[in-house]
């Protein structure tokens, strides 16, 4: 059972948390919507890249891309000298399950360096090169007009109108 002087720190503690909360500047309703209805956009947004990402891993000739490179396995002894920052399709696959973007152009940022890496590694005329252009023009065809299409409608959220 409480006793009183319980019931009066419960009480105390209450008292300041009102206090508290009427301190802090609420949200206005408006900005609440606003921000609930970007937040939906950019999810919306991020569901298209995780559709995107997953369309290149399935295309048949993605092999090359949806891992890490096996640098000891494939005797890539200069791999680390040239390739700053490696990237993979798998690996960007676990950080978009895992909520790791903040938003569609670090996705995207990603995607690039795993395809510009290939790019860069491979010399021109070699398969992996060919094959990284022609992914990285698939990607930028799938995703740039996805990307425009959630700024217009992003810019008009933040001006105040429907999305």
């Given at each position: ?53 997953t369309?290149l ?11 890490l ?40 940022a ?9 790019l ?44």
């Open positions: 059972m409480a006793r009183s002087s319980d019931l009066f720190l419960t009480k105390e503690k209450i008292s300041r948390n009102k206090t508290l909360l009427s301190v802090v500047s609420p949200r206005k309703p408006k900005q609440l919507a606003v921000a609930s209805d970007s937040e939906k956009l950019r999810s919306a947004m991020m569901k298209k890249c995780s559709q995107i990402l369309k891993m399935k295309h048949k000739k993605s092999i090359w891309f949806n891992s490179v096996d640098v000891v396995g494939m005797g890539l002894h200069d791999y680390f000298q040239i390739i700053g920052h490696p990237m993979d399709l798998g690996t960007m696959k676990s950080k978009l399950n895992k909520g790791l973007y903040p938003s569609p152009l670090e996705f995207a990603d995607i690039r360096l795993t395809f510009n890496n290939a860069l590694y491979n010399p021109e005329g070699h398969e992996v090169h060919k094959l990284a252009d022609q992914f990285l023009r698939l990607f930028e065809g799938l995703f740039c007009p996805a990307f425009e299409k959630y700024e217009k409608q992003q810019s008009t959220i933040e001006k105040g109108g429907p999305a």
